[in-house]
């Protein structure tokens, strides 16, 4: 399994429950420093991520005038590489302190290259009733208990479990709580060896085994009665929690609010936000220009699901946006009001063209957060600007400029908010 820490502290267990330092008296939005997913960047190798870090992260940095953490992805091959000797592992976080760069969150979400020619449903793989998904975040983990600064909790995303159309074994979902209750164990050693309190977030996706909100308050009883039988529910509730994605909500047509205030009732801790918007399309039937223009967002590397919300509030879904979709849509998707597309776009933007954007849904579900009793952490994750018709990579730091600047400022009017 993931390589094991030394005992650096004597932890006391108490301190599970102290208030994290990250607290806001007044409202629950995290104070630590923005993050941007660093997926958007390739990273094979160790070298390469830090060239990502140097070439686009720190500037990105410079530009906003703001601190900055990068919400680092570490594909498998790239913690092996820091973990293979402890040297390594000391270099990279002092690399990253050079940079003037923080670490308080990593994206283990995508297992391999995913940066491939195709990603599609790969990135599901592996999933979590296999042992390579275990050992990998438990590896993950160790890496970021080095990286973390003092007085920080951190997180981890990752898989839903696993992928929705493929197929899976009768025992699939006690297999998957099996081993999430095996990585809290080991989440909840580490903290006591090292002082550092980290916490899973699982993200929900379409078309995966936990894509809405009842799914995941339905998986996370699963959990807990297990972890009762188990005489585990304290590292269970601890450890264990969701990666709130807000354009996968969003293209689900759940009221990301209401999402929200839902999970937090039902006690499903929200350990992560990701800001991030998704395509929308309205009227597709008197609107050919916008589905002429939704077909130039088919490409081969991600998967774009795709709804369909008809006048009856009935969802449609493909499992991926085609040019025959937009071009010659079936009737239920021509007779829809409205569709939504799992294709990240920048999260400044309320319109792209004939395009709409779910941008007010990231309003919404950003002032429920705000009135939570907790701080998840934020991270901004656009990883689409390859893939952007009309894009190039030298936007790429412009870009994420400015939606890094847009999320500062839609934060801060939240807190003015909060204050009167």
Not at 27 to 43: E, W
Not at 123 to 145: F, H, K, N
Not at 179 to 193: I, N, S, V, W
Not at 208 to 224: G, H, K, N, P, Q
Request: net charge negative.
């Amino acid at each position: 399994m993931g390589r094991k820490f030394r005992r650096t502290a004597v932890h006391n267990k108490s301190s599970h429950h102290r208030e994290s330092p990250q607290r806001n008296v007044e409202m629950s939005l995290s104070t630590l420093p923005l993050s941007y997913c660093t997926n958007v960047h390739a990273g094979r190798s160790v070298e390469e991520v830090q060239q990502g870090l140097a070439d686009y992260t720190a500037i990105v940095r410079e530009k906003i005038g703001h601190p900055l953490a990068a919400g680092l992805w570490l594909a498998a091959p790239v913690v092996e590489e820091l973990l293979s000797q402890q040297q390594s592992l000391v270099g990279f976080a002092e690399r990253l302190a050079n940079l003037g760069l923080t670490c308080h969150t990593l994206n283990a979400f995508p297992f391999g290259d995913f940066h491939s020619e195709r990603v599609k449903e790969n990135v599901y793989i592996p999933d979590w009733s296999q042992p390579q998904r275990l050992e990998y975040t438990e590896q993950c983990a160790d890496v970021l208990a080095r990286l973390m600064p003092e007085g920080t909790e951190g997180s981890i995303s990752t898989v839903p479990l696993g992928f929705k159309p493929f197929d899976h074994a009768d025992d699939f979902l006690d297999g998957c709580v099996s081993q999430l209750l095996e990585l809290a164990r080991h989440l909840d050693e580490l903290h006591d060896h090292t002082g550092k309190l980290i916490r899973l977030a699982i993200e929900p996706e379409p078309f995966c085994l936990i894509e809405t909100t009842d799914e995941a308050i339905s998986f996370f009883d699963r959990v807990r009665d297990t972890a009762d039988a188990k005489h585990v529910s304290e590292i269970a509730q601890r450890h264990l929690g969701l990666c709130y994605d807000v354009c996968h909500q969003a293209v689900e047509f759940e009221d990301v609010a209401e999402s929200i205030r839902a999970l937090h009732k039902a006690k499903v801790r929200i350990n992560k936000v990701h800001i991030t918007c998704a395509l929308q399309l309205d009227h597709p039937a008197e609107n050919p220009e916008a589905r002429e223009a939704l077909a130039r967002y088919v490409e081969p590397r991600y998967l774009h699901q795709t709804f369909a919300r008809d006048a009856a509030g009935q969802i449609h879904k493909v499992v991926d946006l085609t040019e025959q979709l937009a071009g010659e849509p079936s009737a239920e998707f021509i007779d829809a009001e409205q569709w939504r597309i799992h294709f990240h776009v920048p999260v400044d933007a309320e319109q792209l063209g004939p395009l709409n954007t779910t941008r007010p849904e990231l309003k919404h579900a950003l002032a429920a957060v705000a009135n939570m009793e907790y701080a998840p952490h934020l991270e901004v994750e656009t990883y689409t600007w390859e893939v952007l018709p009309g894009k190039h990579s030298a936007d790429l730091v412009d870009g994420l400029t400015r939606e890094l600047t847009a999320t500062q400022k839609l934060l801060a009017d939240l807190r003015g908010q909060s204050s009167t």
